[in-house]
């Protein structure tokens, strides 16, 4: 446990030549957090933020799967902590959802040590106690939420990391024995507005369709007039 740092990201990057096996770095206290596309995270005491530090052997593009393992993780957390799993869904591609609010949000990174190793940096953010306020983060779809604010339970960042890391280590295993296909149908199940229409914003264009499903890539595919579109990275608004 860090008590302060800029993020866990940047520490797990600035450090990982010190790092031989997967191991957890949780902070108390993030000063220069950031999301998806380098947005600024802004980080309250209280809340939960750590970086799982991984060494897989797949290409980059399969290790990106893990997104999912992540999202599957914290959701079956977030379901032992509540005892509740109706009020909790997934948002493509990993964002947690409570309430239909944004309650958690992952960050992947890949990283080489000095010797060439490949290094994946799982970045995990929660909002344990309070929710940022939605016009710092931009148009991101949802607003953020708190597991506090919305369920009246309240958790350390060590209480829940005890769960995500038992969470997360069975489904690691199962991703690496079974492959994509049983995380996929997991987290399918536990998709928000699967089969309604969504908007995926891109750097350039945006496209309407219904929400089909995911490939076997991890990418977005929307039923749209023109047919199916599989997108591999976008914002998704409902």
């Known amino acids: 446990m860090l008590d302060e740092v800029d993020s866990t990201q940047a520490h797990a990057t600035r450090k990982i030549n010190e790092f031989e096996r997967p191991t957890w770095i949780l902070a108390r206290k993030q000063t220069d957090a950031r999301g998806r596309r380098g947005r600024k995270w802004l980080e309250h005491p209280g809340n939960f933020a750590a970086t799982l530090i991984l060494f897989p052997k797949e290409i980059q593009e399969e290790q990106a799967l893990r997104s999912f393992v992540a999202s599957l993780a914290l959701f079956e957390t977030f379901v032992v902590k509540t005892g509740r799993e109706s009020i909790f869904?997934?948002?493509?591609?990993?964002?947690?959802?409570?309430?239909?609010?944004?309650?958690?949000?992952?960050?992947?990174?890949?990283?080489?040590?000095?010797?060439?190793?490949?290094?994946?940096?799982?970045?995990?953010?929660?909002?344990?106690?309070?929710?940022?306020?939605?016009?710092?983060?931009?148009?991101?779809?949802?607003?953020?939420?708190?597991?506090?604010?919305?369920?009246?339970?309240?958790?350390?960042?060590?209480?829940?990391?005890?769960?995500?890391?038992?969470?997360?280590?069975?489904?690691?295993?199962?991703?690496?024995?079974?492959?994509?296909?049983?995380?996929?149908?997991?987290?399918?199940?536990?998709?928000?507005?699967?089969?309604?229409?969504?908007?995926?914003?891109?750097?350039?264009?945006?496209?309407?369709?219904?929400?089909?499903?995911?490939?076997?890539k991890g990418h977005l595919v929307l039923q749209t007039a023109g047919g199916a579109k599989n997108i591999a990275a976008a914002d998704v608004f409902f």
């Open 89 to 216: 869904s997934l948002k493509w591609p990993n964002d947690v959802l409570l309430n239909g609010g944004k309650v958690a949000g992952i960050l992947l990174q890949t990283v080489k040590t000095i010797m060439g190793r490949d290094a994946l940096l799982i970045g995990i953010g929660v909002n344990l106690l309070i929710a940022p306020k939605a016009d710092h983060l931009g148009e991101q779809g949802v607003n953020p939420v708190a597991l506090f604010s919305e369920t009246g339970m309240k958790y350390s960042p060590e209480a829940f990391l005890s769960t995500l890391m038992k969470c997360y280590a069975r489904l690691e295993y199962q991703f690496q024995i079974n492959g994509f296909s049983s995380i996929r149908e997991a987290w399918l199940d536990k998709a928000s507005h699967l089969g309604e229409i969504v908007t995926a914003r891109l750097a350039r264009q945006e496209i309407v369709g219904r929400f089909d499903t995911i490939d076997e």
